[in-house]
């Protein structure tokens, strides 16, 4: 079975830093995207960054671009996210998600139906 694993949340003062891991097992790490998404109490699933593992290319939300950076270690089946200038509406569960998606990536590849396997969430508070 694929399996994701994700970790690295906690409590973080305003301003802060965290990175997030995902190790994703068992799925074909070269040919497919991996995202992260957070989902704050009462909101919709959002859509944060997907980095397409076969040639690094990625995507971010408006609501993170130039704070959060996506990135991988292929051999090590594990994508991060760099969280910066954490503030405290990025309180939520993130959670990282593996799917097989299609063209255009740009288009689709904010949108959870989009992908067939996600992890356990891991939970990021901000205090202001």
């Known amino acids: 079975d694929v399996q994701l694993q994700a970790s690295g949340g906690g409590m973080v003062k305003s301003g802060g830093s965290l990175r997030l891991s995902c190790v994703v097992s068992?799925?074909?790490?070269?040919?497919?995207?991996i995202a992260w998404f957070r989902q704050a109490p009462g909101k919709e699933r959002e859509g944060l960054a997907c980095?397409?593992?076969?040639?690094?290319?990625?995507w971010y939300g408006d609501s993170v671009k130039e704070r959060f950076t996506i990135s991988s270690e292929n051999d090590k089946n594990t994508v991060y996210l760099e969280m910066n200038s954490l503030k405290s509406e990025d309180t939520a569960v993130y959670y990282c998600?593996?799917?097989?998606?299609?063209?255009?990536?740009?288009?689709?590849?904010?949108?959870?139906?989009?992908?067939?396997?996600w992890g356990q969430g891991t939970q990021v508070t901000v205090s202001s």
């Open positions: 068992a799925f074909t790490f070269g040919t497919s995207g």
């Open positions: 998600a593996a799917g097989e998606l299609i063209l255009p990536w740009a288009s689709v590849w904010s949108a959870p139906n989009e992908y067939d396997y």
């Open positions: 980095i397409r593992t076969s040639d690094g290319a990625t």
